[in-house]
């Protein structure tokens, strides 16, 4: 079955630059959250889209943007990069109005 | 949202029955109770939801008593490759977009040969 595809698995940045995650959902899902993980903590929550709208905001800096497409896929746009930006960013994604979502596999950023 | 408070870690051995419990004494009349399960450098996966009484599935069991301040979450008989951190969320179906899936601090579970 199709999962969440996230590019790429791995970046690797200098401070001050940019990057771009993306975020591919499972066919049919028109629900997508961010998710930034730091080494030993939990993932905090940075943003939620349905059909397109931004639905929900949490802990994202305000160098961070994002925005879901007209074909569902994400993007995550991160601007003037920090040390304290690496981490592991998942994407996961889910139908309408359901609490089960799928995650993907990540990409680990790390900033230098 | 409702604020969740799990233990931080817990051992147990191979094939007995682990219980995690978590406390959210907040829940709102709307909120269902989601358990995620995560293994290092992986996405959460989705392991049960329910609103009330007795939830089961062919992983595990979800136990969530009147009041609704805290549910249980049983798995049977684990074995080492249960060893992960276990998340309790609670959130709303949404009305007008996206849900809310907050992660607090999760249960690092350890299971034992």
């Known amino acids: 079955a199709a999962g969440v595809i996230q590019s790429p698995r791995h970046l690797i940045k200098e401070k001050r630059e940019t990057a771009t995650l993306k975020c591919y959902p499972i066919?049919?899902?028109?629900?997508v959250y961010w998710y930034q993980q730091g080494p030993g903590q939990d993932p905090q929550f940075l943003i939620s889209f349905y059909e397109k709208m931004q639905s929900d905001k949490g802990s994202i800096p305000d160098r961070f943007s994002a925005q879901q497409f007209s074909d569902y896929h994400s993007e995550l746009n991160m601007s003037s990069l920090e040390l304290g930006d690496s981490a592991l960013y998942f994407c996961?994604?889910?139908?309408?109005?359901?609490?089960?979502?799928?995650f993907g596999q990540g990409t680990r950023l790390t900033v230098v | 949202l409702a604020k969740t408070t799990q233990p931080i870690s817990m051992d147990s051995y191979e094939g007995q029955e682990v219980n995690i419990t978590c406390s959210h004494n907040n829940i709102a009349t709307n909120d269902y109770i989601t358990w995620y399960q995560q293994f290092p450098s992986q996405g959460p996966r989705f392991i049960i939801q329910g609103y009330k009484t007795k939830v089961t599935n062919e992983v595990a069991s979800l136990f969530i008593p009147a009041d609704r301040k805290s549910s249980t979450l049983s798995l049977p008989r684990v074995s080492l490759s249960d060893t992960a951190v276990y998340y309790c969320?609670?959130?709303?179906?949404?009305?007008?977009?996206?849900?809310?899936?907050?992660f607090g601090t999760g249960t690092r579970l350890t299971v034992i040969p």
């Open positions: 996961a994604s889910s139908l309408y109005r359901s609490t089960e979502a799928f």
């Open positions: 969320l609670v959130g709303r179906h949404s009305q007008t977009g996206a849900n809310n899936l907050f």
């Open positions: 066919p049919r899902h028109d629900t």
